[in-house]
């Protein structure tokens, strides 16, 4: 059974109809890239499976449990698999990262492990840092090391190596690589760096238009399509639509 299936998503702000009926599917163990244009709906849909935004049709089942259906409770309970990063800017930030790792791990209950969490992210020389002194990366790392602390079976990221450095974004990547494999959960991840949905992922979504298509390899696309980088078969999809408007 997939950990997500979803079906016919449609949502709109207004009369902006956004999504115009998504199909997707994800297995456990995948990491899946989620691309698109500035606009094109990737937060929406991704906040749609954190069941923190509504949507106007269509299916979306999270571990075998259809969302639509489920009461306040249901709801709850499903958010316990999950683990979300948002742009981290304004989390907490006068708390140290010792302290914060502490405070998540009240939330998460025994299972979460701060010092398996400090050893596995390598934070140990910022301990002590304050949040809001750490740099953009190291943010970064740390809403990392919090969202894979409760060994959640799904992880949601948006855009969680936006504005890092070549370094920082693979020292990130290893580490949800190396920690997805360990757990065997799913990884959903927003980017705009094409070279990294080729390098770390197993498989890509394109949101264009309000619809999706969905690549098992980044391999298989390149195959596919007949392009010899992500960034070209991307550039080309958004291009070609445009040039016939
Ligand atoms: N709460 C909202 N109310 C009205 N319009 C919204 C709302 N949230 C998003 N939108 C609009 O919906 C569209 C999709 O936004 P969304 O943030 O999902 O795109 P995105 O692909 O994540 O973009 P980016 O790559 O720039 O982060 C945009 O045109 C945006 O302005």
């Not at 299916?59 to 316990?80: H, I, P, Y």
């Not at 936006?162 to 920690?179: A, E, Q």
Request: hydrophobic share 40%; with cysteine; net charge positive.
């Amino acid at each position: 059974m997939p950990n997500i299936i979803v079906k016919g998503l449609k949502k709109a702000y207004g009369n902006k109809q956004v999504l115009k009926g998504l199909d997707f599917t994800a297995e456990q163990g995948e990491v899946i890239a989620v691309i698109g244009k500035n606009g094109a709906g990737k937060s929406t849909f991704l906040e749609t499976l954190m069941m923190i935004r509504d949507f106007d049709e269509g299916t979306v089942n999270l571990f075998g449990k259809d969302v639509g259906s489920l009461g306040a409770k249901g709801v709850r309970e499903l958010k316990k698999d999950l683990s979300i990063v948002l742009q981290p800017t304004n989390f907490y930030k006068n708390l140290r990262v010792k302290e914060l790792l502490e405070l998540f791990r009240s939330y998460y209950g025994k299972s979460a492990d701060v010092k398996a969490t400090i050893r596995d992210f390598e934070l140990q020389e910022h301990l002590k840092t304050p949040f809001d002194k750490l740099s953009g990366g190291w943010k970064q790392r740390v809403a990392l090391a919090i969202a894979f602390m409760s060994s959640p079976k799904l992880v949601i990221l948006d855009e969680p190596t936006t504005g890092l450095d070549p370094y920082m974004r693979d020292v990130l990547w290893k580490n949800i690589i190396r920690h997805n494999k360990e757990h065997n959960g799913t990884i959903l991840l927003s980017t705009h760096y094409m070279d990294e949905v080729e390098r770390y992922c197993d498989k890509v979504m394109l949101i264009h238009e309000g619809q999706s298509n969905v690549f098992d390899t980044p391999a298989n696309l390149l195959a596919k399509t007949g392009h010899t980088s992500i960034n070209d078969f991307y550039l080309d999809r958004i291009g070609e639509k445009e040039a016939v408007r």
